[in-house]
């Protein structure tokens, strides 16, 4: 299995911000198409963002304005900067490859997942 990693999650008050990072040996050199989703309690996994190679990034609408992946992308980094969060924004958030074939075959990799909760 490839290993995902993913951190920065945390406690935050509404109108506050986090940045998330997901890591992963190959994200560059394979040339993955990398997925943000969350899942709030009680609630379906939700795809929220997602950016290719050439950094092309598209957002659910929902989101778009306010979680963000930063145009500064790391060898094998992808980030998920969170602006103005919101008390429906309190979920788990986790990361994963899209499936093609030049990403690691065409698995499906998912993160650990980090939690975020805004408070009022």
């Known amino acids: 299995e490839v290993h995902v990693t993913v951190s920065g999650g945390g406690s935050v008050q509404a109108g506050g911000s986090l940045r998330l990072s997901c890591t992963a040996p190959g994200f560059t050199s394979n040339m993955c198409v990398m997925d943000w989703y969350r899942q709030a309690a009680g609630k379906e996994h939700e795809w929220i963002s997602s950016v290719d190679p050439d950094g092309l990034k598209t957002y659910t609408a929902s989101v778009k304005g306010r979680l963000t992946i930063p145009e500064d992308r790391p060898k094998d980094t992808v980030y998920l900067q969170m602006n103005n969060l919101q008390l429906e924004d309190t979920a788990m958030y986790s990361c994963?490859?899209?499936?093609?074939?030049?990403?690691?075959?065409?698995?499906?990799?998912w993160g650990q997942g980090t939690q975020v909760t805004v408070s009022s």
């Open positions: 994963k490859t899209q499936t093609d074939s030049w990403c690691y075959g065409g698995g499906v990799y």
